[in-house]
């Protein structure tokens, strides 16, 4: 169930005729809500976050990134900071319990994995009285109206708001930053998203805007991001979001994922494209890329190539675990 302010929210439509249209109904509901109207802008409002790991002054803070289709559910005990970024057409979602502070955030890319994605999500973050806090966060749409963006994050956002409605847990709504209010246009009238990405502080459970650089995706970067488009060919990842991180010992645990034959000859095909072509082909919003994006694709792209075979990446179908150093950085184990 979702509350707002305190207050168990419900909309005026009593004669909702399916899932879909009911999905809709909140979520537009919750869009004009005056308490979130008003934190969507106080989060607009913010100074981005720029997160970067440097070697030579390693950071004091524990960080823990999950990409696209990942979750993370951490102890404030052990991680301080936990955020996501590269969001155009997706959702980022976090929860977070007001009592034991534990947090989970997930990087959301389609309705089919709502369902299974929440259940991973709350297995660790909700006590036994079903009392939670949730932050649904910097989800992005191509459009600001809200009749035309169902190519988009649309069918995901009205997914998300149907199904935590029809949870048993309380679910105390405090940012909605996503669609429209996370949407500015450049002059010829191409879309992008006010930001990209959010960052949690565990222990307050404050929420920011932030981005993230090459030093702060970590650890695994490059097979993280290939799980992405391989998960969707390995049926043992239908409908779920992918296992990363263990909050119990704070090591990242990358589950297995299969690559086909198929895909290889696939990425031998793009990989001739232009950078133009890829963009226009591989992203569900070219316009609102970062300026990183084509060559992240061909890094991915170059990595499969030199390894067709998924088994040599994963040895005797094993994760590939990652402990956490000293300095607040990773090392493989």
Same mark, same amino acid.
């Given at each position: 169930?979702?509350?707002?302010?305190?207050?168990?929210?419900?909309?005026?439509?009593?004669?909702? #005729?399916?899932?879909? !249209?009911?999905?809709? %109904?909140?979520?537009?509901?919750?869009? *004009?809500?005056?308490?979130?109207?008003?934190?969507?802008?106080?989060?607009?409002?913010?100074? *981005?976050?720029?997160?970067?790991? !440097?070697?030579?002054?390693?950071?004091?803070?524990?960080?823990?990134?999950?990409?696209?289709?990942?979750?993370?559910?951490?102890?404030?005990?052990?991680?301080?900071?936990?955020?996501?970024?590269?969001?155009?057409?997706?959702?980022?979602?976090?929860?977070?319990?007001?009592?034991?502070?534990?947090?989970?955030?997930?990087?959301?890319?389609?309705? *089919?994995?709502? %369902?299974?994605?929440?259940?991973?999500?709350?297995? &660790?973050?909700?006590?036994?009285?079903?009392?939670?806090?949730?932050?649904? +966060?910097?989800?992005?749409?191509?459009?600001?109206?809200? !009749?035309?963006?169902?190519?988009? #994050?649309?069918? &995901?956002?009205?997914?998300?708001?149907?199904? &935590?409605?029809?949870?048993?847990?309380?679910?105390?709504?405090?940012?909605?930053?996503?669609?429209?209010?996370?949407?500015?246009?450049?002059?010829?009238?191409? +879309?992008?998203?006010?930001?990209?990405?959010?960052?949690?502080?565990?222990?307050?459970?404050?929420?920011?805007?932030? @981005?993230?650089?090459?030093?702060?995706?970590?650890?695994? /970067?490059?097979?993280?991001?290939?799980?992405?488009? #391989? @998960?969707?060919?390995?049926?043992?990842?239908?409908?779920?979001?992918?296992?990363?991180?263990?909050?119990?010992?704070?090591?990242?645990?990358?589950?297995?994922?299969?690559?086909?034959?198929?895909?290889?000859?696939?990425?031998?095909?793009?990989?001739?494209?232009?950078? /133009?072509?890829?963009?226009?082909?591989?992203?569900?919003?070219?316009? +609102?890329?970062?300026? %990183?994006?084509? *060559?992240?694709?061909?890094?991915?792209?170059?990595?499969?190539?030199?390894?067709?075979?998924?088994? /040599?990446?994963?040895?005797?179908?094993?994760?590939?675990?990652?402990?956490?150093?000293? %300095?607040?950085?990773?090392?493989?184990?």
């Amino acid at each position: 169930m979702i509350f707002v302010g305190g207050l168990p929210f419900s909309t005026n439509n009593s004669s909702w #005729s399916s899932s879909s !249209s009911q999905g809709s %109904d909140i979520l537009v509901a919750l869009l *004009e809500h005056p308490v979130l109207v008003s934190a969507s802008h106080s989060f607009k409002s913010m100074e *981005e976050t720029k997160v970067s790991v !440097s070697s030579e002054t390693p950071s004091p803070s524990k960080y823990v990134y999950v990409f696209q289709r990942e979750y993370a559910t951490v102890d404030p005990a052990l991680v301080d900071y936990v955020g996501t970024d590269e969001a155009t057409t997706c959702v980022g979602l976090v929860i977070r319990n007001r009592r034991n502070r534990m947090t989970s955030i997930a990087h959301m890319d389609n309705p *089919e994995i709502v %369902d299974i994605g929440l259940c991973q999500m709350l297995s &660790l973050v909700v006590d036994h009285d079903l009392d939670a806090e949730l932050d649904h +966060a910097n989800g992005t749409t191509i459009s600001e109206c809200y !009749s035309d963006m169902d190519g988009y #994050s649309l069918p &995901l956002c009205r997914k998300l708001v149907d199904t &935590l409605q029809r949870r048993q847990e309380k679910f105390h709504v405090q940012t909605l930053h996503v669609l429209g209010h996370n949407t500015k246009r450049d002059s010829q009238g191409n +879309a992008y998203p006010i930001f990209h990405g959010f960052l949690v502080e565990t222990c307050t459970g404050s929420l920011s805007p932030a @981005s993230f650089d090459g030093t702060s995706r970590c650890p695994d /970067e490059m097979v993280r991001r290939i799980r992405v488009t #391989s @998960s969707y060919e390995d049926t043992s990842w239908n409908g779920k979001l992918l296992e990363t991180y263990d909050t119990q010992t704070d090591r990242f645990v990358i589950a297995p994922c299969r690559w086909t034959v198929r895909k290889l000859h696939i990425v031998m095909s793009l990989q001739q494209l232009s950078d /133009e072509e890829i963009l226009r082909r591989c992203s569900t919003s070219p316009s +609102a890329e970062g300026p %990183d994006f084509v *060559e992240n694709l061909r890094r991915q792209w170059n990595y499969l190539i030199k390894r067709p075979d998924w088994r /040599e990446t994963f040895p005797w179908k094993q994760p590939r675990v990652f402990q956490r150093a000293a %300095d607040g950085g990773w090392r493989r184990c």
